[in-house]
């Protein structure tokens, strides 16, 4: 059973709009929400995180919001940029020692020119 | 150079033979992770390494081994391949902190199983 779920493995946007991707887990002892972004024959980099004592998170065009007792967040790019076009996951880790991140199935973002 | 390199790029293997994926790290860092890439299942934990000679399974472990004796690399084993077993492979990094710096990852090596 998936612990973090991305429900739309796609989502097309147009450049300058806003785009939100969301995510999902059940697991309620996850206190660490991240952002990977992937681009295609690359590794996924780290975009933004957040703890869980926080409900938002801001690092320049991109917002991360956690609702934690819906177990929900999102990523909000803004403004969209062709560049952006890339597969998004989330991941979440508890917080002990470790450090084990699970992810997501990842969404694929496409911001049209 | 400097960071996380994986080896090789690509492979095609036939079912049956044995194949090690290679991962090094420049860092020093302490932990290490195999992931691999389906459609449907995004990343998915193989193994993991808290420092050398301290390995432990993850989610899909069967079929794969892992050794660390240096704390730079950490090869991934194909014991036996099998044609579920094609995927992307992503090796990873970190040195604490999740929240603040998460993972590092390499390149990924695209592993095919005919």
């Known amino acids: 059973d998936q612990q973090v779920k991305q429900n739309s493995p796609s989502l097309s946007v147009q450049e300058g709009r806003i785009s939100i991707l969301n995510c999902d887990y059940t697991?309620?002892?996850?206190?660490?929400f991240l952002w990977y972004k992937k681009y295609p024959a690359e590794g996924p980099t780290f975009l933004i995180s957040i703890s869980s004592i926080k409900d938002k998170n801001e690092d320049g065009r991109f917002t991360v919001f956690l609702n934690k007792s819906a177990k929900h967040l999102s990523l909000h790019i803004v403004p969209s940029q062709p560049g952006d076009s890339a597969v998004y996951f989330c991941a979440a880790a508890p917080n002990n020692a470790g450090n084990m991140l699970t992810f997501g199935g990842g969404t694929r973002l496409m911001v049209k020119p | 150079d400097a960071g996380i390199t994986q080896s090789p790029r690509y492979k095609i293997t036939e079912t049956g033979r044995q194949v090690t994926l290679m991962c090094h790290q420049t860092w020093s860092h302490s932990y290490m992770f195999w992931y691999r890439q389906d459609l449907g299942h995004g990343l998915r934990l193989i193994y993991y390494?808290?420092?050398?000679?301290?390995?432990d399974k993850g989610e899909v472990p069967d079929g794969y081994v892992v050794s660390r004796s240096k704390t730079e690399n950490f090869p991934l084993t194909l014991e036996s391949a099998t044609r579920s077993q094609t995927s992307v492979y992503f090796c990873?990094?970190?040195?604490?902190?999740?929240?603040?710096?998460?993972?590092?990852f390499g390149s990924g090596t695209r592993l095919t199983v005919v």
């Open positions: 990873a990094s970190s040195v604490s902190g999740v929240a603040n710096y998460g993972y590092t």
């Open positions: 390494s808290a420092a050398a000679d301290i390995t």
């Open positions: 697991n309620s002892m996850f206190d660490y």
